[in-house]
């Protein structure tokens, strides 16, 4: 029988709740921001891990907050934070994905004409000076498409990496834990 796979957990050890969010946001706590720091070390955190790793988050508070159950509450936030996080990388990404296939409607286009440009000087012209023309028409023609190239290529992977964390942290089992209630 398989062995099951390794959780990688975060500890996340605080003094109080307030720690964890962002204090100039005034919305309720279930709606709020991450704090910066948190924000980063969560993510950095889970970056480390390869896609598909089962994540857990550790909270240990020194003061409970007066609320009876804060399990439930930063769960949720957590959650809700990085469900938006995900939903704002995947703009990101349908963005990024449609400038790329702008990008490649308009270097085909560009393309397409430096190479009928070239082949028209190919065709009428054979003085060695007209060769460079016809060189550099279609060396220009083929550097129009880096960007689209570079789109599809390199830039989107990243984005959707960074989503695919999103979503798994806006699922992660988060337990929270405290000092023994009196």
Not at 114 to 128: E, H, Q
Not at 134 to 149: D, F, K, N, Q, Y
Not at 161 to 178: D, E, I, N, T
Request: one cysteine or more; glycine letters at 6%.
């Amino acid at each position: 029988m398989p062995a099951a796979p390794q959780v990688h957990r975060l500890d996340l050890r605080l003094r109080e709740l307030a720690q964890l969010f962002n204090s100039l946001d005034p919305t309720p706590f279930l709606h709020r921001d991450l704090g910066a720091d948190a924000e980063e070390y969560i993510e950095s955190w889970a970056m480390e891990h390869r896609p598909g790793s089962r994540l857990q988050i550790n909270v240990h508070l020194q003061q409970l907050p007066p609320d009876p159950d804060p399990q439930a509450l930063i769960a949720e936030a957590i959650h809700n934070y990085f469900r938006y996080k995900a939903e704002l990388a995947r703009r990101e990404l349908r963005h990024l994905l449609g400038i790329g296939r702008e990008s490649l409607l308009i270097g085909l286009a560009f393309l397409a004409l430096c190479l009928a440009a070239a082949g028209l000087v190919d065709r009428y012209a054979s003085a060695p000076l007209l060769a460079f023309g016809r060189e550099s028409l279609t060396i220009a023609g083929w550097v129009a498409m880096w960007r689209p190239i570079q789109v599809f290529l390199y830039d989107w992977w990243p984005i959707n990496r960074r989503r695919r964390v999103y979503l798994a942290l806006g699922h992660v089992p988060v337990h929270v834990s405290g000092p023994p209630r009196p």
